[in-house]
Each structure stands twice: as C-alpha cells, then as structure tokens.
C-alpha cells in the first residue's frame, strides 16, 4: 500500500477531536475536580500540622535574654502532659502577687520569645507562667494540634495543683493559635479570666481567609481539632479581653469582632490601631494593651475599646 505525501501530513480524525472546546472544558473541569479531591486528603496529613506548627528549639542565650526583658529571673518548671512527654515552662513571679497567667503562645517559636508580653504582664502586677507544647523548646514529643490542647490543660492541672493557685485568681491567655489552647483550657476548667491576644476564630475561618482554594469547602473537611473557638466561647463564663492590631492581616479585626460578638458577658474588646499580628507592643498600643490586661487581672471588664 502506497501513502501519498498530502495523507502523511493530513491531521488524524484523533487529533482533530482532541483539543475540540468540549473536549477542553471537560478536561479543565476534570483537573479542578482531582484537584479539590485531593486538597482533603493533604490537610489529613502530616503535611498540614506542619505547615501551621513552627516548633523552635531551645536557645539559652535567648532564654536569658527573656529574663532581660522582664527584669526578672525565671524559676524553671517541668509537668508532663497526657503522653508522658516533659513540658518546659518559664515562671515568673511577682511577690505578693494573688493572679497567675497561664500563656499559651502561638504557633511559631517558644517562651523565649515571649518576654516583652511577660514583661508588660508582670508589670501590672501578675505573675506569669509561661510553657512551652510538646515539641518546643525544651518540651519533649512531637508538636500536634491535638497535642497543643492536652498540653494546655496540663499547664493548668500544674499551677492549679502543684503551685496551688485558686481557679479565680487562674488567667488563661492565648496568642493567636494559642488562643485556641485558651479556649479549650477555659472550657474544661475553671478559671478567672480569659484573654486571646490576636486569637484565631477557628483554624477553618483564617485557612478560607488567607488561601482562595480552600473557600469552597465547608468546615467538616477540615480535619480536627479546628479550634474553634467562636463556637467554645459561647460556654465560658469568665471575664473575657479580646485584644487585635487593626493592622494585624494575619488575624483581621473582623475576626476579632466574630470571636467577641459570640462571647458572654462580662466581656471588652481592645483594637490596638498601629499593630500587626507580631507588634502589639510598641508606643501608645502598649498602653492601651496594658489596660486592656489589667481589665481581666483586676476584675473591670465591659464594653469595647
């Protein structure tokens, strides 16, 4: 059989039906279809605990250099949490002081880097405890979402029974995913006051926020826990500070105002209008943020700033 020149380059019926518009569309379709198939699966993975947990080791130059912040040296502290892991925690005390803060920090780093926050504290006239999760710092174990929560109410079980403070005199205080620790904290123990520093409404709500993919999907895909914390302050009973940077793009005010909107009574929200997530403390919003500590630490919590 002879193929004339004009059939070898003549296009093959395959190739004229492959890129048709229907064809296309269906394979565009078919692309995003796997693609949001897929997403579920990755945010069931280690991969996604990942991404959100930040985990620093241990530094002893800024460990001292916390210590310099506050003007105050730290008595080391160790509890175990649920798994048997060995929690680190700085405590700084203030003599004579009746309130303890519990703080739960955010998702990056460890107490070292919390000392301007304990320093303002202190200076109100709290003491401070200070821990790091599982996995941070000086903390055993491997850093989990679901270990963040165990880890939180074992800090408390530890000031509640081994230092001997009172549930009232208790003030938990959560930054940013540490609010979420708050939160669960406060839930399930008793305690004086509630304060969530730049804290996520629930891990759902800033994913959507910050990545367009994943707005279509309703919370149930998320895996847990989803500190949801919008839902868990409508059964705490404390006094309750929320605290934001109006330039915070991290944590809006909007979302700010939806974890406030949902809390009980009695209850302040504090916008500090020159921060961002990570500088609340700095120039007049130092101010305003002590006062806005000093709310819950002394008892005067109503209304909004």
């Not at 059939?7 to 949001?36: D, M, N, V």
């Not at 200070?130 to 174990?141: F, H, I, N, V």
């Not at 208790?170 to 006051?193: H, L, M």
């Not at 993919?213 to 919008?230: A, C, E, G, I, K």
Request: net charge neutral.
């Amino acid at each position: 059989m002879t193929v004339s020149g004009a059939e070898l380059h003549r296009p093959s019926l395959w190739r004229l039906q492959k890129w048709t518009p229907k064809r296309t569309a269906g394979l565009i379709l078919f692309s995003f279809s796997l693609f949001y198939l897929i997403v579920p699966i990755v945010l069931h993975t280690a991969f996604y605990q990942k991404v959100i947990l930040m985990p620093f080791p241990a530094s002893e130059n800024e460990y001292n250099q916390a210590d310099r912040t506050t003007g105050k040296k730290h008595e080391d502290c160790f509890f175990t949490n649920a798994n048997h892991d060995k929690l680190h925690a700085f405590l700084w005390r203030v003599p004579g002081a009746k309130k303890i803060v519990i703080y739960h920090h955010g998702n990056a780093g460890n107490i070292a880097n919390r000392g301007p926050a304990a320093a303002a504290i202190l200076a109100i006239g709290a003491s401070v405890f200070a821990y790091d999760y599982r996995g941070y710092g000086k903390s055993t174990g491997e850093a989990t979402l679901e270990g963040l929560l165990d880890d939180g109410t074992a800090a408390y079980d530890y000031v509640r029974n081994e230092l001997k403070y009172a549930p009232d005199d208790i003030v938990n205080y959560g930054e940013s995913i540490g609010a979420g620790v708050a939160c669960n904290a406060a839930s399930k123990r008793p305690t004086g006051g509630l304060i969530l520093q730049s804290g996520i409404p629930s891990l759902p709500i800033v994913g959507r926020d910050h990545f367009a993919f994943l707005r279509p999907y309703p919370d149930f895909f998320f895996p847990s826990p989803r500190m949801d914390n919008v839902a868990l302050v409508h059964g705490i009973h404390c006094p309750i500070v929320v605290i934001n940077g109006a330039k915070d793009t991290t944590v809006t005010v909007e979302m700010a105002h939806l974890i406030y909107n949902n809390a009980n009574e009695p209850k302040q929200l504090f916008i500090l209008k020159d921060s961002g997530h990570n500088s609340i403390l700095s120039g007049d919003d130092l101010r305003v943020y002590i006062k806005a500590v000093r709310t819950v630490i002394g008892g005067t919590t109503s209304g909004a700033t």
